[in-house]
DNA sequence: ACTAATATCTCGACCTTCAAGATATTTTCT
DNA sequence: AGAAAATATCTTGAAGGTCGAGATATTAGT
């Protein structure tokens, strides 16, 4: 993987889409290896980023963002809980609801695993002027938010075709 | 997930470093739902993107780069030749070794799939002027190459780490 | 030739994931 | 208020991917 496809034989548009999905495979490699460094699963990893994104959630609305099954989610916190990285809140409102908070403040585990990446990204910031830096961010939340329609999308026609063939 | 971290109190770098966290989880998310769209494993269309990205390459060069044990890509691939999106060849120099060849540029399903996306990233970078989209796509580049960085960091230091304790 | 190294495959054990049903609670309707 | 429907989570058993160790085949080194 020496060349990130960057084929200067390519207009700019196709360059620069071919470039994010470089990203994006190496984002997702890179999120399985700090996965199996700490000793999680990768569901159990993207839920903890999920819980420190957002907050405490229900284990219901977790489902939904996953995709996973009711029944994953069970065991997924179970597992979460005994290692110490969220605890189960009974909701006094509704008391069928079961509130999942991300306990891992105190975990420095994850900070440590993560530490690498995030001076390195300092790092990458830095070599921006202020103007330039401003311009990526708000690029970075667009395409945040592109990505994040077209899961509604996809997870939304995907339910309909209950009728797969293969596999 | 209304508000991308885009906390106007942090200060700009960590707001940056904050808002490339959300793009990644985002980024897992929409994989997770295009495999499972297309009836794939996660791990089978991590694969295919790879050697979309590398071209053909040995089985054990898989293996390495995604981080599965041989056997694991053993029945990867015989998935994924049985759908007919690889095909295994011998290596003639070699005979031990195993090529695998991606097939998928027949199959429309997976472009579909992606095309979307495509789409939709084509409309966010002409949103941009072109020596905006320069600098974005020079950014992007970077990137991937200090996530290549850690990747590599990770995979050499968890290989070492032999006394894993719990789980 | 013989040994070591390399590359992939086979096999059994483990464990996540899923789907459906069970349980508990809340909401709606009469 | 009381019954039925809807909601939220948990339990259970089956299915199947992943791993690790050993097996097999091939190549490289002495």
Chains 1, 2 share one sequence.
Not at 7 to 28: A, C, N, V
Not at 97 to 126: G, W
Not at 133 to 150: M, R, Y
Request: glycine fraction near 6%; avoid cysteine; hydrophobic fraction near 30%.
């Amino acid at each position: 993987m020496s060349s990130h496809q960057d084929d200067p034989t390519l207009d700019p548009q196709e360059q620069f889409t071919s470039l994010m999905r470089g990203l994006g495979t190496r984002t997702i490699l890179h999120q399985q290896n700090v996965a199996a460094s700490l000793g999680l699963y990768n569901n159990d990893f993207i839920s903890l980023d999920i819980l420190r994104e957002t907050g405490p959630i229900t284990a219901g609305e977790l489902s939904k963002k996953t995709g996973l099954a009711t029944g994953s989610i069970t065991s997924l916190v179970d597992r979460l809980e005994k290692i110490g990285y969220v605890r189960r809140q009974n909701d006094p409102n509704d008391r069928r609801r079961v509130i999942i908070v991300p306990e891992y403040e105190s975990k420095e585990e994850i900070r440590n695993t993560y530490e690498p990446l995030h001076k390195a990204m300092l790092n990458l910031a830095s070599s921006y002027t202020p103007e330039e830096l401003a311009l990526i961010s708000q690029f970075i939340g667009n395409a945040s938010t592109v990505l994040e329609e077209q899961i509604q999308h996809l997870s939304s026609t995907t339910r309909s075709k209950s009728s797969k063939t293969t596999r």
